[in-house]
Structures are given as C-alpha cells and as structure tokens.
C-alpha cells in the first residue's frame, strides 16, 4: 500500500540511465534526448547557457527545449530578444523576455533560475544573460515532477513536438536560424551563474 502523498512521490528520487552530475552539454543536430536520460532540474537551481555564434541581427528560433505544451521550458531568440518561457504543467505559461537587444557575434545567451525557499511547487527568480551581463529577471515557479510520463524531451535547436509555447514565430520545429549554436550547457550545481559564465567564455576563447 502506498504511503506517500503526491508531493512525496513526485519528489522523490528515481534511478537514472547516466550516473549523477552536475553539468551536461548538448549540441545541435542530434537526436532528442527522453526526459529519463537528460538533466533533471527539478526543484533545484540550474543554469541553461548557449554558446551561440549570431551571424545576422534577423537571427532567431529555438536554443534549447525541454518538454511540451503540457510542461517544459524553453530558451529562444525572437525580435532580436532572448526570451525564456516556463510552461507550469499546461496550466500557466511564464515568460520572461531581456530587456536588450541580442548582438552579432560569438555570444553567450543564458538563463539561470534560483530557487528561493523550500516550498513546492518550487519558486524562485528566474534572470536572463547576454555574456555576464543580466538582460531581464522574474519570479517563476517549476513543476515538481516530470514535464510529461511519456512526453517529449530535450532538444538543442529546434522544438520538434507540441511546442512549449506558442510565442515561437515561424513554423515547427522553430530551428534557430541566422547563427550557429556550438553548445548548450545545463548546470544544476548551485554554484552561481558568474562561475558558469567565466567556464564557458574560457572555453570559447580556446577554441
């Protein structure tokens, strides 16, 4: 007989493909990753960081994806604006939109989500970068349990499925455009984004 209330079992820890860590990268112009084997962020902070190169200032689409309509969020560039959008269980679509312009060139667009408390469903800030500079910011809240039971998973690039939302300009799958993504970083090691920027632009530098 079980137990446990809702919140305890959406909560509670599950066996993973990969073996735990704190940082995943993912590239373009592969396969979608099944929620089961990508990274989870729930109820913890996390930080999203693509390292795109911009090509034209018409440049636009999906970064990064994850889930669907019914649950998931997405990072993407439309009207020369990073936007990040928290779509809370198909129930409330949470936007949040930089209040600058994104430039040409080799750039890092970021999203990095704090959580504040231990209430559930977890809340917290949510703030956009260009570089390490903070373009935007607002309260959000994630779901505590999976985007979906067989839904969708995560994509760099494009959004293939039922959209996260429906802001997307353009036609599915919403592919970025106008510029080359190298690489998407997701952390979820609580360490602030200020770290995870100076990795990212070390690594860039390198290359």
């Keep these: 007989i079980e137990s446990r209330n809702a919140v305890e079992i959406l909560t509670t820890p ?89 430039p040409s060139g080799e750039v890092i667009l970021s999203a ?34 999976n985007f979906s039971l067989v839904g969708e998973g995560l994509n760099v690039g494009k959004d293939i499925g039922e959209p996260v939302t429906d802001d997307y300009a353009g036609v599915r799958p919403w592919a970025f455009t106008g510029g080359t993504i190298r690489q998407v970083i997701v952390d979820v090691s609580g360490e602030p984004y200020v770290d995870v920027e100076k990795e990212a632009l070390a690594m860039m530098s390198r290359e």
């Design 14 to 102: 599950r066996p993973e493909i990969g073996k735990p860590r704190d940082r995943y990268t993912y590239y373009p112009d592969c396969a979608e990753v099944p929620e089961a084997a990508a990274v989870n962020i729930r109820n913890r902070s996390y930080t999203i960081a693509a390292e795109v190169d911009v090509h034209t200032p018409e440049a636009g689409g999906v970064l990064f994806s994850h889930g669907a309509k019914f649950g998931g969020h997405s990072l993407y560039v439309k009207d020369r604006k990073l936007k990040y959008a928290y779509n809370f269980c198909g129930i409330v679509e949470q936007m949040v939109v930089s209040t600058e312009d994104v």
């Design 112 to 145: 990095a989500f704090v959580r504040e408390g231990q209430d559930m469903p977890t809340h917290g800030t949510l703030t956009l970068y260009i570089d390490d500079k903070a373009v935007g910011s607002a309260q959000i809240r994630t779901q505590p349990g």
